[in-house]
């Protein structure tokens, strides 16, 4: 059985993290759209339940509103990352 913790064979460590796909892990246009998206949803979600949720349940109002804006952003995300997509690059040229 080999150790895990072990140094590697030729004693030197590597502190160089594992490549990244050139794919993966980008910021794009669309993603920061999207979060600005689940964010929103997130903050009308609190406004808009938590006086209606206080009312009808107010030992859990700040459970509940937390649970609705967590569900409304992860709906949004997606959303919008998909209707972002679907818009022309901002380089493109106008006609």
Request: aromatic share 10%; with cysteine; proline share 13%.
């Amino acid at each position: 059985m080999t150790n895990a913790f072990a140094p590697p064979p030729n004693g030197q460590l590597s502190r160089t993290p594992a490549p990244v796909p050139a794919d993966r892990r980008r910021w794009t246009k669309e993603s920061a759209g999207g979060m600005f998206a689940g964010f929103a949803a997130f903050w009308c979600a609190q406004v808009l339940l938590f006086e209606p949720v206080g009312h009808l349940l107010p030992d859990f109002e700040h459970t509940a509103t937390s649970v609705a804006g967590v569900l409304a952003a992860a709906a949004a995300y997606p959303l919008a990352k998909r209707w972002l997509k679907r818009l022309p690059p901002s380089d493109h040229p106008q006609r």
